[in-house]
Structure formats: C-alpha cells, structure tokens
C-alpha cells in the first residue's frame, strides 16, 4: 500500500498519535471468528489488562467507535429530559458536553472557567451546594486543545458528597497520567485507543460503576438494542458472553498489545516518562521565549503542551514549515481560539525524549525562518539538559 505520510516522520499530535511498532505488527495478524474460544479469551484478557491501566475494578467495556462515542453515551444513557446536568466547562471538551446534554434534552448548568485556567474545587461545591437536583456532573481530566489537567480527584469527591454521578473524560490523560476512577469517586470514566494508547483510532474503553449501571436503569426509557447503548455491552458481553455485535477484532489485538506495552513499562515508569518528556518540551519552548498556554505550570498537562501563538506568527504557515521542511506534525486549529494556541502532542509511543529533541528543533527553525527572534539552539539546548 502507498505511504500517506508524505513529509512526516515524527507525529507530534496529541492523538492520534504515532502506532507503535508493536502495535503495528499485532493489527497484521490473522483474523479470526469472534466465537472462537481463543479470541473469547483474549478479549476476556483485553479487559483485564485495560483495567489494570485503568486501575480499576469496576466494570469496563470496549465501546466500538471513536472516543466521542462514549462521551455522548455516557450522557445519553444517564440522563432522562428535564434532568439537570452540571457542566464544567473550561475547555472546547468540556463545553461538548454541554451540547451532548441539550441533544438528549436535559439542562445544562454551567461552570465556566477561563480556558487559562485549570477548575477550581471550591467553585464547583459552591454551586452544588446552591442549585438543587442536579444529576449529573462532566468534566474533562485535560482539555486537549488548551493543554490543562483539572483536579478531578477533588472534584468528584465534593459531587459525591451531593449524590451527584460523576463524567470524566480522560481520553487524552490516561494510560500517560495519574488517575484512578475507584478511589476518585468516578462513575464513568471514558478514554480512547488513540491517545496513550498509541493504538489507531477505533476503540473507547470507558469504566462504569454499579450507580451508573443503576442509573441507567432507571432512566424512563433505558437505551438498549442502540449503538449509544452501554446496557448492551453488560447484558450481553458481561452477563451472557455475547458480544453486542460483531468485535472489531484487530482493533482489539491492537490495544490488547498497546496495554501489554504500558504494563510491561509499568504504570508509574509510564507516568513518569511522559513527565520527563513534558518538563524537557516546557523548557524547550521557554528557553525560546515562547509563553505556555496555561497560566501555570502547575496544571499543564504532560501529554501534550500547548503554547501561545507569538505576535506576528502565523501559525499555519509555522506548522506547515515543522511538517515539510522537518518532517514534524504538531497541532493547532482550536475551535474558537484559531490563530493563538498550538500543541506539541507527548503522549504514549510519542512521549520520548529524541521526539521532544526534534521537536523544539524544528520549532526553532521554523519560528527562526517566519521572523521571530529566537535565541538558535537555546531550547535544543535545554531539551538536552533533560537526556
Ligand atoms: C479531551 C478529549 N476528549 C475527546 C476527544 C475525542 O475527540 P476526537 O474525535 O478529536 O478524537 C479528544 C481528542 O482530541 C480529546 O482530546
């Protein structure tokens, strides 16, 4: 088959994200029938070993489709019309959930918070404690695009404590960051096979607990025998052991090899890793004189470091000189902050230090080449400090 990679080598986006070539490998073996007892097993052992990169005991599933599928689902399968919905909204992923809420007709009502800016706990008990009824609460573990990790643990905490269920997406955030659905009070917690998992984009593996199983149950109408269905999933695949369709079956050697590859590292060395490689990144592109999105750096995210677009960059034609000249595909295109932000996506097969290296590289060389008076060699020299 034809390469489609044209110029680029290094897939610096935060997800997809580059296929390791384990995983590469694992998606061309055989495919065989689902009933057969050797796949059985080895989606059972699929399960189990997205759990442990869950770390969680709960139930988990594989839904079959992009990440976006579970982030609808997990709203239409726990809400009825009329329910109220706290959304927390301080990134594009998090307003989403706002529109997922008013499609399946429940009310949003909406924390914002600067898109700079990280959630602050104590805002959000201040408003469960003053609006009545809530249901249900969204959030997004790190907004992808503004680059910023919220306090999920704390958050979810206080929700309980008002009998709210509880949303995370952590698409971009695990199986490269802390998080732990069983012990941070998280109902649904859904990701996707794109992003740490460096696998292609196909599957969401998404936890759900006994009160999100039983809300959903309890819902006027519980979403069955639909796409968007998670009832499925547990009254045929964990209740009877059939499959709700037919598996993508080379999806699943995919992210049965990509988990094998995170917990062979294991899980805190994978952590840790994505740290080191967002620390050497961040003081890449300072050492630059570049400015960090977040206003901290204390909630920056360690999958992928978004930067403020200096004055007078144009910054497609920034990433356009990074991918031609260089070989080096970073991200930008925020919706609703087109022009001022792009990303250096670090995250799974991505995350490693000669990507970081190559990345300020390239960086430098195109803002040097559009103008911007960049110190040469200042931010490559601080990435090396990192080795
Ligand atoms: C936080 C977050 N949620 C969900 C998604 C899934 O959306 P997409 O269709 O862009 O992969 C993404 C992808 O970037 C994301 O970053």
Redesign the pocket.
């Known amino acids: 088959m034809k390469d489609l990679r044209e110029t680029v080598r290094y897939m610096m986006t935060?997800?997809?994200v580059e296929v390791s070539p384990r995983t590469l490998q694992a998606l061309s073996s055989p495919v065989v029938h689902h009933y057969s007892q050797g796949f059985i097993d080895f989606y059972d052992e699929t399960t189990g070993m997205l759990k442990k990169v869950f770390q969680t005991k709960k139930d988990l599933i594989i839904m079959q489709g992009?990440?976006?599928l579970g982030?609808e689902a997990s709203v239409a399968n726990t809400i009825d019309p009329g329910d109220r919905v706290l959304v927390l909204d301080n990134?594009p992923?998090g307003a989403?959930f706002g529109i997922y809420v008013e499609n399946h007709g429940g009310e949003v009502v909406r924390l914002k918070e600067e898109y700079t800016r990280a959630l602050d706990p104590d805002k959000v008990k201040r408003v469960l404690e003053k609006e009545k009824n809530i249901k249900v609460l969204t959030l997004?573990?790190?907004?992808?695009?503004v680059g910023i990790v919220n306090p999920v643990e704390e958050i979810c905490k206080t929700a309980k404590k008002h009998g709210v269920l509880t949303i995370v997406?952590?698409?971009?955030?695990l199986g490269g960051m802390e998080i732990n659905p069983d012990r941070w009070n998280i109902d649904i917690c859904?990701c996707?096979s794109?992003?740490c998992f460096s696998s292609p984009?196909a599957l969401c593996p998404v936890s759900v607990s006994r009160e999100a199983w039983s809300a959903m149950e309890k819902k006027k109408r519980p979403i069955k025998m639909s796409y968007l269905s998670m009832l499925d999933y547990r009254d045929t695949w964990i209740k009877k052991r059939v499959f709700p369709f037919t598996p993508f079956v080379s999806e699943i050697y995919a992210i049965h090899e990509s988990a094998t590859e995170i917990l062979e590292e294991g899980l805190l060395n994978v952590f840790a890793r994505h740290r080191k490689v967002a620390d050497a990144v961040r003081d890449g592109v300072e050492a630059m004189g570049l400015k960090l999105w977040p206003e901290s750096r204390s909630f920056a995210s360690d999958t992928?470091t978004a930067v403020r677009v200096p004055e007078g960059i144009d910054d497609e034609k920034l990433r356009e000189i990074m991918a031609r000249e260089y070989g080096v595909l970073i991200a930008g295109e925020v919706p609703g902050l087109k022009g001022e932000i792009f990303r250096i996506g670090h995250m799974g097969y991505s995350a490693r230090m000669e990507n970081a290296l190559v990345a300020v590289a390239a960086l430098e060389k195109a803002l040097l080449r559009l103008g911007f008076p960049v110190k040469e060699k200042k931010g490559v020299e601080k990435v090396l400090e990192h080795l």
């Open positions: 935060p997800g997809p992009e990440a976006v982030l990134g992923y989403w997004v573990h790190m907004d992808t695009p997406d952590s698409v971009a955030a859904i996707g794109q992003k984009p992928v």
